[in-house]
């Protein structure tokens, strides 16, 4: 066994106020007794095998306070043990995905820390990063610091897209590789990132040290489509300490930790804090084009529409949308301005039997069966009505109208998310899901959703929608 005891190190400084123009979205300076756990409203803790995480760690995450403590000093430390060859550490994270950059805003993410400071510290991999909500990588990843094997440097990344290869080099991501980092393991210095969306096509995220820019990625180097299901949402806040892995092995060209890596280093935190600012113009959170929607009208054209369906009206990814009926002007007039500067285009939902967006659920004159409140379409070889109803829908004439008469028709179902084709992820449980004009929303998990269709935005919760998935944490899609 082994006896920790805990040494006070009196705090560098509180975490800094918002600048100006800015506003503190969360916060935590770590204040409270020695050997205690950090705060539960703010951290969870995040357990099991390293090697579960999928990238070759070898450590035990645990929730012990002698891998993860408070130092009674107003800092945090997070200590790697060796006891036996076995090895422990720690890993906390946001208990929700709860930061993220407004439409036409910024979100800065910063904390002070002082890196690991190990006699031999082979092996060691101390992050302080981002992590979005459901699938990795295409819902994003954001590492604000690294450092491997207490080489005293520093590296920011982001990881998107597919896995493997990709446009964002999974597993590796788009980083700014190893950069020195003088003093950084003997003292406490400042890691930030700001994403920046106050032009919402041509975002940034942007990394510092102490306050110098040190490295840039864009939304034009991976796309506007994989950007946007990265990062265009919020995303947790996590701290950890991993021991051995494929970036300190891919370093030393070796195989980490190895039998004289010293024991007992720990990551020493001394404030995390998150700030956006307001966005722009209406702030409205715009979606990807969902699926391959046929063009209608070009723009100051006229959108004829036979029934009633969603328009979209945008270009180069960001669109606001209307459900209308009959035909409309294609004009910034009717759905305000998505992309300033740009021509743009009025689009008509897929109809069905697009395979990528609708799925078939009953023939003429029998029962379409669902949970929840779903958009279902009515007809056959291209003229189609739809409905927005709950729990199931008998598919004829006197529910829907006859869209083709004389023709046997079928009813069909958008397909569930995540299928980004034709779904975009809006918000984390408890939050707010954007967005102008009316939408399908789904909200769950793990092949369970309910869905309802808003106009203006949703609170993304049970209240609203039910509990398709209950005990699990859940998410909305827009459509």
Known sequence: MYAVTFTATAAQAAAPGPPSGWTTVFSDDFNGPAGSAPSSANWMFDTGAGSSFGTGEIETMTNSTANTHLDGGGNLDITALNNGGNWTSGRIQTPTANVGAPAGGKLQVTASIQQPDPGSGLGYWPAFWMLGPGQWP?????DIMEDVNALSQVAGTIHCGTYPGGVCNEG?????????????????????????RTNTSAETITWYLD?????????????TSTWQAAFDHNLSIIL?????????????????????????????????AAYTTTGGGTGTSYQSLPGTWP??????????????????FGANGRFNYSTLGNSTACTTGVFGDPIPGTVKACYTETPPPAANTWTPCATENTTCSFAGVMT????????????????GASCNNATFGDPASGSVKSCYVTGPPPSFTSWTSCATENSTCSFSGTH?????ANGQYYYGSFSGGTA???????????????LCYVQ
């Open 240 to 272: 950890d300490l991993a021991m051995g892995g494929g970036f300190p092995n891919g370093v030393c060209g070796c195989t980490s930790p190895n039998g004289s890596t010293s024991s007992g280093a720990s990551m020493n935190v001394d404030y995390v």
């Open 376 to 391: 279902v379409a009515y007809g056959a070889n291209g003229a189609y009505n739809y409905a927005t109803l709950p729990n």
């Open 172 to 196: 590796t991501g788009v980083g700014s590789g190893l950069r020195a980092c003088s003093g950084c393991q003997t003292g406490y210095h400042t890691y930030s990132m700001i994403l920046d």
């Open 440 to 444: 399908e929303v789904a909200y769950g």
């Open 138 to 142: 295409e819902n994003g990843e954001i």
């Open 460 to 474: 993304c919760g049970n209240t609203v929608f039910g509990d398709p998935v209950p005990g699990t944490a859940k």
């Open 211 to 223: 306050g110098s820019q040190y490295f840039s990625v864009s939304e034009s180097q991976v796309g």
């Open 295 to 312: 063009q209608c009208a070009s723009e100051n054209g006229s959108c004829a529409v036979d029934g009633h369906k969603t328009v979209a």
